[in-house]
């Protein structure tokens, strides 16, 4: 991959001591030419998850390093601050609007991936998670994100002295104002924002306007107004200079009414535009049973004996009967989203059938509560553990034979390529990133319709297909084959990277608010 030198700009020359070889001295050359990449996230699984995007924001900044200088931007949570307690702080970031004052810590992982924490205690310091406590949404979202987004634009613009991003790439509704931030102060740091999930729009009443700093002249259909509310994912939408989201079949249905949550317009025009992709997230290469630390038995393809000692082992933690049937797993947030209403409906064919269903996750209550009474009526058939664990996650995609994701929308998944990556097959609605992931009768099974006749018609496919023990290990071999890592994805963001660098002085040449 190469860059256009005249759109990059070069990091501060590095300080060299006399006791340096002259390697020492070519390695930081070649550090400080790479383009300069920030890219701000409200979560990373460093330090704190709540999905996807926590998994992604650890995983592809990695992927990049080879060719860019990486930077994470985070807020500092309390689970970021009690593992760092002494951040050094490289800069002081003034008080803007009612957003108020901060330092600039910086800290680095492990590897040495470098990550920006904006240390605020009135906005950070609290129980939960990185949106709320016990289901409720903070009611200062909108400064605590607010500040996120314009703490990256103020690194944009040289608040550490010692690094300045050449881009900002940008994650969901938390970080979508600082495309804005920068068209109002007559910045042209290019831009490219990623959804998510476009359900997530961090809608606020348009009172809050002068608290964040959004001029009113910005509050318009050409701006950050959304049916009378202030969108933060709008005005990234509008601001950015490209956007991609996380499949390419998602970056078409978020083009329609149907999957557009009421921004379908203005994305159809950024697809026109040339200014919308898809770009298929990738997972961490520690997904492998030969090496999984967390698997009761490490295994390869054709070992089914070892898959099985997982099944076991996912059946005892469970409270399960010893079954010669199918094993279906559910590793999900139990939400209307991922269609937990259709496999609840389902559940009872599968128990007449012979076969075994294990859950893990939390979401709505009364999914929480139907799973627990649907294991109460079927004892030794259905087990249900509310809240996750890493090791049971793992030990289920392992264990099981097939995986259900009967979701009514899934921008990409990471659940049905971890399944095949550990054999299990995927039974999945054909949408978004599970579309694009799970090949339909050779790595998994698909339907059409999001509805229990759909699923219905898939299970019974599955069924169909387990009790072939030839077919069954042919699709099991070719799901652990499929390659999902993050290598594709990152040339994806390198070439575009380049080409909204390139463009980025046309794309912002007028866009700022007075």
Same mark, same amino acid.
Not at 430 to 439: I, M, Q, S
């Given at each position: 991959?190469?860059?256009?030198?005249?759109?990059?700009?070069?990091?501060?020359?590095?300080?060299?001591?006399?006791?340096?070889?002259?390697?020492?001295?070519?390695?930081?050359?070649?550090?400080?030419?790479?383009?300069?990449?920030?890219?701000?996230?409200?979560?990373?699984?460093?330090?704190?998850?709540?999905?996807?995007?926590?998994?992604?924001?650890?995983?592809?900044?990695?992927?990049?390093?080879?060719?860019?200088?990486?930077?994470?931007?985070?807020?500092?949570?309390?689970?970021?601050?009690?593992?760092?307690?002494?951040?050094?702080?490289?800069?002081?970031?003034?008080?803007?609007?009612?957003?108020?004052?901060?330092?600039?810590?910086?800290?680095?992982?492990?590897?040495?991936?470098?990550?920006?924490?904006?240390?605020?205690?009135?906005?950070?310091?609290?129980?939960?998670?990185?949106?709320?406590?016990?289901?409720?949404?903070?009611?200062?979202?909108?400064?605590?994100? *607010? @500040? !996120?987004?314009?703490?990256?634009?103020? &690194?944009?613009?040289?608040? +550490? =002295?010692?690094?300045?991003?050449? %881009?900002?790439?940008?994650?969901?509704?938390?970080?979508?104002?600082?495309?804005?931030?920068?068209?109002?102060?007559?910045?042209?740091?290019?831009?490219?924002?990623?959804?998510?999930?476009?359900?997530?729009?961090?809608?606020?009443?348009?009172?809050?306007?002068?608290?964040?700093?959004?001029?009113?002249?910005?509050?318009?259909?050409?701006?950050?107004?959304?049916?009378?509310?202030?969108?933060?994912?709008?005005?990234?939408?509008?601001?950015?200079?490209?956007?991609?989201?996380?499949?390419?079949?998602?970056?078409?249905?978020?083009?329609?009414?149907?999957?557009?949550?009421?921004?379908?317009?203005?994305?159809?025009?950024?697809?026109?535009? *040339? @200014? !919308?992709?898809?770009?298929?997230?990738? &997972?961490?290469?520690?997904? +492998? =049973?030969?090496?999984?630390?967390? %698997?009761?038995?490490?295994?390869?393809?054709?070992?089914?004996?070892?898959?099985?000692?997982?099944?076991?082992?996912?059946?005892?933690?469970?409270?399960?009967?010893?079954?010669?049937?199918?094993?279906?797993?559910?590793?999900?947030?139990?939400?209307?989203?991922?269609?937990?209403?259709?496999?609840?409906?389902?559940?009872?064919?599968?128990?007449?059938?012979?076969?075994?269903?294990?859950?893990?996750?939390?979401?709505?209550?009364?999914?929480?509560?139907?799973?627990?009474?649907?294991?109460?009526?079927?004892?030794?058939?259905?087990?249900?553990?509310?809240?996750?664990?890493?090791?049971?996650?793992?030990?289920?995609?392992?264990?099981?034979?097939?995986? !259900?994701?009967?979701?009514?929308?899934?921008?990409?998944?990471?659940?049905?390529?971890?399944?095949?990556?550990?054999?299990?097959?995927?039974?999945?609605?054909?949408?978004?990133?599970?579309?694009?992931?799970?090949?339909?009768?050779?790595?998994?099974?698909?339907?059409?319709?999001?509805?229990?006749?759909?699923?219905?018609?898939?299970?019974?496919?599955?069924?169909?297909?387990?009790?072939?023990?030839?077919?069954?290990?042919?699709?099991?071999?070719?799901?652990?084959?499929?390659?999902?890592?993050?290598?594709?994805?990152?040339?994806?963001?390198?070439?575009?990277?380049?080409?909204?660098?390139?463009?980025?002085?046309?794309?912002?040449?007028?866009?700022?608010?007075?």
């Amino acid at each position: 991959m190469t860059f256009p030198a005249s759109a990059w700009s070069a990091t501060q020359a590095p300080a060299l001591s006399p006791d340096d070889s002259p390697q020492d001295a070519i390695e930081a050359l070649r550090g400080s030419l790479k383009p300069r990449i920030l890219y701000a996230t409200p979560e990373m699984a460093d330090f704190i998850k709540t999905g996807g995007l926590g998994e992604v924001a650890a995983s592809l900044p990695r992927a990049l390093r080879q060719h860019y200088d990486v930077r994470i931007l985070i807020p500092g949570y309390r689970q970021v601050v009690e593992r760092h307690p002494d951040i050094p702080v490289v800069a002081h970031l003034p008080g803007s609007a009612e957003m108020p004052p901060c330092d600039l810590g910086l800290i680095e992982t492990g590897d040495g991936l470098p990550v920006y924490v904006i240390l605020c205690d009135a906005l950070y310091e609290r129980d939960g998670s990185p949106y709320g406590d016990q289901g409720v949404d903070f009611a200062d979202n909108d400064l605590r994100f *607010g @500040r !996120l987004s314009l703490a990256a634009v103020e &690194i944009a613009q040289g608040a +550490d =002295p010692e690094w300045r991003a050449d %881009l900002l790439h940008l994650n969901d509704w938390q970080t979508a104002l600082a495309p804005a931030y920068l068209a109002w102060r007559g910045q042209r740091t290019p831009t490219v924002l990623t959804i998510h999930n476009l359900a997530y729009q961090g809608l606020f009443p348009w009172e809050n306007l002068g608290r964040l700093g959004v001029p009113e002249s910005a509050f318009h259909i050409d701006g950050v107004e959304f049916y009378g509310k202030l969108s933060f994912l709008k005005a990234g939408l509008f601001y950015a200079s490209h956007v991609t989201t996380v499949s390419e079949t998602y970056a078409h249905e978020i083009t329609t009414p149907e999957f557009g949550c009421g921004l379908d317009g203005l994305l159809r025009t950024r697809a026109h535009q *040339g @200014r !919308l992709a898809g770009i298929l997230n990738g &997972i961490d290469e520690s997904w +492998d =049973p030969r090496t999984d630390p967390l %698997l009761a038995t490490r295994f390869e393809p054709d070992d089914w004996k070892g898959k099985r000692a997982n099944a076991d082992a996912v059946r005892t933690r469970f409270g399960l009967g010893v079954s010669r049937g199918p094993l279906f797993a559910i590793v999900s947030r139990l939400v209307h989203q991922k269609g937990v209403d259709l496999t609840l409906a389902a559940a009872e064919a599968i128990v007449a059938e012979g076969g075994q269903l294990v859950v893990t996750g939390q979401g709505e209550p009364r999914f929480e509560a139907a799973f627990l009474d649907l294991a109460r009526r079927h004892p030794g058939a259905v087990g249900v553990r509310v809240g996750f664990e890493e090791t049971d996650a793992h030990r289920m995609f392992a264990g099981s034979d097939f995986l !259900l994701m009967p979701s009514r929308f899934e921008p990409c998944g990471l659940a049905q390529m971890y399944a095949q990556r550990f054999g299990s097959l995927p039974i999945a609605h054909r949408t978004g990133g599970l579309a694009d992931t799970v090949e339909d009768g050779v790595t998994g099974f698909l339907f059409g319709e999001a509805s229990l006749k759909g699923l219905s018609g898939a299970i019974r496919r599955a069924f169909d297909t387990f009790a072939s023990k030839r077919r069954l290990g042919a699709m099991r071999r070719s799901a652990m084959s499929r390659d999902f890592g993050w290598d594709k994805a990152a040339d994806g963001y390198s070439s575009l990277y380049t080409r909204v660098v390139g463009n980025g002085a046309d794309l912002m040449r007028g866009r700022a608010v007075a």
